[in-house]
């Protein structure tokens, strides 16, 4: 077994448990949003934003499965509408893109910045149909990597300034999320971004699970 | 020549009926302190640079292209379009909505910058000059207010001068329809469209009643 056959194992691996631990974040998050319904008669819209965030995530890891562990992935058409990161139109990209538009929507949410609800919304629908009209689409990749940066800042800003417990989940669940992406695309370090995929996912089974709390009811009480 | 002179004599007409529109505004501003007359004056102001440029390049003939299509008059137009958009959202307490006007018109302005493709500037035009336009009239004669009466009725006019512009590329029509637009706008900020088209009638009908019953009661005493 050489180096190559190892590296796509681990791969292999990343890709599957991420399959199946994100649809099932998405599962538990929606039956808090439900149950918290079910008791308040209200929806928690902090709550929907972050089930969201999660069902766009899951459109990046099965576009990402498929790719790598299946024979549509290899035809040039699968690659072009599954994640050809160049490509505006594939599932990758456009999961992508909602994924860190829809966290900054959060951000602006939990500090209600009122202006800045939808602003990140807006921008990537704006690359959409400037798309259509002129055929371009550069700034889309760049755009995901900004509002990316911009969102995780602000999970953990949010996350620290309001001690919740929720933006810094996700804030550390992105962070290394994204960590793994800059090291398998920028530097090309495949392994150790595929180790960080598995990290994350089972960060990601921790949190849902309601496991992740660093700050404790009591003591946001006290203070 | 004549034709140019007479384009730029138009363009000092639209200017000095600026100044006259924003006259009392002003007024009305440092009274009230009320952010809406800013947001008035702001968008009049956008009308004002745009004649000015307009004048500069009928008397020079430059017009500074930037990339393929994106000159300077259209980017005061779009900064009109967001003015307006911007005005009608605070109007409204529409606060979610605030940064899609500016969003937009950059990628339009973007997009003019790519390819000389007006279709998308036009789209946007067209729909955010009427329907904001038409909500602006529906608002004012609600509220029997003049000023956004006035306003969308100078919008939608605007407008439609500017997208016959774009149509059919001849700036007389423009301008005929900016000086219609600009004198309906000065009518509503001196007042004319509060006292004589919308008249409230409840308060017309309870000021007449005062005035009866002090006239009877005046009447009794003597």
Known sequence: MDFEQIRNGIEDIANTILLIVIPLMAIIIARRILLE??????WNKIRVLIFSVFFCYIGV????????TSPIGVSPYGKYFLSH?????SLYVISLGLLVSLSNCLVAYANKWEPFYYTALFIFGSMFIFYFFTGFETWVMPYIYIAAIIGISFMFITGFRLKDNGALGIGIFFTIAFSSLILSTILNQSILSDILYIIHGIFGLYFALGKFQPFKEEDIKNE | MSEVLTLIILEY?????????VIPLTKKLRETKNIVYLGVISFQIAILIYSINQINIYYFGNIQIFGEALNVSTIIWL???????????????LKKLYTLP?????????????????????????LSVFSIGVLLIREGYKNKNGIPFSLGLSIVIIGFGFLTNLFLIEEMIRLIFWIIGMTFFVLGSWGFFEKYVL??????????????????????NL
């Open chain 1, 37 to 42: 319904k079910k008791n308040t008669g209200e």
């Open chain 1, 61 to 68: 890891v099965t576009s990402t499965f498929i790719l790598e």
């Open chain 1, 85 to 89: 990161p160049m490509t505006i139109l």
């Open chain 2, 13 to 21: 007409i639209i200017i000095l009926l600026v100044i006259i529109s």
């Open chain 2, 79 to 93: 900064l009109i379009v967001t003015l307006e958009s911007l005005f009608f959202f605070y109007l409204k307490n």
């Open chain 2, 102 to 126: 500016i969003v937009i018109s950059f990628f339009v302005a973007a997009g003019l910058v790519l390819i000389a493709d007006t279709n998308p500037l036009m789209y946007y035009s067209l």
């Open chain 2, 199 to 220: 008249i409230d009638k409840v308060e017309e009908q309870k000021i007449k009643n005062t005035w009866i019953a002090r006239l009877v009661i005046e009447k009794k």
